[in-house]
């Protein structure tokens, strides 16, 4: 009984998973073509499982960290087999950790490149201070304006 309370018999439309996962009806195709999604058909509707619906959202959580729709679809294959969800775990574990050395090693790039940049801009700025002191208001102005958008400042008046 507790089951049936989990996994409710209901089905859903492209329409509402599309509103509750902030996706296109494209995606959704997109993911049924590529073999990750089956919704059952009424007529030329898709009627999308509560299955479906616990895949779509697995396969938008991998997509959010970076793994590709093989590697996705790898895992949800596993799901199937009837061990208690061991070789979906083992599976994805290895995903996952694969997974954050790559984006530990982007981030150690990422942080070369902001460093870089700031060095530049230092540079820039005593060049500027030593030539044209009077350019210099406006690459102050063009930092206080990347700092608001950064702190979302501008979004939030924007609103």
Do not use: W
């Not at 996705?72 to 070789?87: F, H, K, T, V």
């Not at 230092?122 to 102050?140: F, H, I, K, W």
Request: proline share 4%; aromatic share 6%.
């Amino acid at each position: 009984m507790p089951t049936d309370l989990r996994r409710p018999h209901r089905s859903f439309t492209i329409r509402q998973l599309c509103h509750e996962f902030r996706c296109t009806p494209r995606a959704l195709r997109f993911y049924e073509d590529k073999g990750l999604l089956s919704p059952a058909r009424d007529g030329l509707n898709r009627v999308y499982s509560y299955k479906d619906r616990a895949r779509l959202q697995l396969i938008l959580r991998g997509k959010r960290v970076g793994l590709a729709l093989a590697e996705i679809g790898e895992i949800l294959d596993l799901y199937e087999l009837d061990d208690g969800g061991a070789q979906q775990a083992a599976k994805s574990l290895r995903k996952f950790q694969d997974r954050i050395v790559a984006l530990e090693n982007q981030k150690i790039d990422i942080d070369g490149a902001i460093a870089q940049l700031k060095a530049g801009c230092e540079a820039m700025e005593m060049r500027l201070s030593q030539t044209r002191p009077d350019l210099l208001p406006r690459a102050a102005d063009y930092d206080q304006m990347l700092r608001r958008r950064l702190d979302g400042v501008e979004h939030s008046e924007a609103k």
